[in-house]
């Protein structure tokens, strides 16, 4: 049996994720208005979405959902992440969905027949990926989109102090206490912080502050990059290629 390299190619890990912890994430409403906003005001009528790092297709599918004219393209490295999403995915929406691996260049063999995209979103995935391949990753994704394309980039962000990201962690545990609640009356919150601080992928997390990533995006030539949604160490960052 070949090893997994990631916590996340283990299927006990990414179920609780998509059962106990994804719809958690605070702000989510909030943080899908701003999505769907953005892409209205830059992009009308795209007809190509990707959505890399997947993970159950929320994002995406989301998209496509409000552009039904739109074809998607939903890859993760996952299988039980893309089960998920072709579980999700609504029968009347066209999309593909794909295994590949964006922490090397191979992923690119995946989607090079897809042509260019409208628009690209990831969600909670690229952090896991250190800085080089970050950096190299968004001008792949530069690459991939047809003039007037948009980068969406919901990710999980580094704290500026030791104490800000203490702020987080009472923050999200908080969130992920009410969230279990609704299901398990007898959740605790020391239960949900240490799922929180004990979380398997905690040690494969390669945070990197907004602003120094917004920073590569203005370098690799997107414009009017910006975050457009802060909270804590949950950011949306956006820009688009002309």
């Known amino acids: 049996m070949i090893k997994p390299t990631s916590s996340w190619e283990i299927e006990e890990n990414a179920k609780t994720f998509l ?18 906003h953005i892409a209205q005001q830059w992009s009308d009528n795209p007809s190509r979405i990707l959505d890399i790092g997947c993970g159950d297709g929320i994002l995406g599918r989301f ?39 964006f922490a090397s260049l191979k992923w690119l063999d995946s989607v090079a027949s897809n042509k260019s995209f409208d628009i690209v979103i990831s969600g909670f995935a690229i952090h896991h990926q250190p800085d080089k391949r970050k950096r190299e990753l968004y001008l792949e994704i530069y690459n991939l989109l047809s003039p007037g394309g948009i980068f969406l980039n919901l990710e999980h962000v580094r704290s500026s102090t030791q104490e800000v990201e203490l702020l987080f962690e009472e923050f999200y545990s908080d969130h992920l206490y009410d969230f279990q609640l609704k299901s398990d009356p007898e959740a605790t919150r020391e239960a949900a912080a240490q799922i929180y601080k004990n979380r398997p992928d905690k040690d494969e997390d390669k945070l990197t502050s907004v602003e120094v990533q917004c920073g590569w995006l203005r370098e690799i030539g997107f414009n009017d990059v910006d975050c457009f949604f802060k909270v804590f160490e949950i950011a949306l960052f956006s820009g688009w290629k002309k």
Do not use: H
């Open 19 to 36: 059962e106990c912890e994804r719809g958690a994430v605070p702000g989510e409403e909030l943080q899908l208005a701003i999505i769907e």
């Open 63 to 101: 998209l496509l959902n409000s552009f039904p004219s739109a074809s998607g393209v939903f890859i993760d490295f996952s299988d039980t992440m893309l089960d998920a999403a072709r579980e999700n995915l609504d029968s009347a929406l066209e999309s593909i969905v794909m295994k590949a691996d």
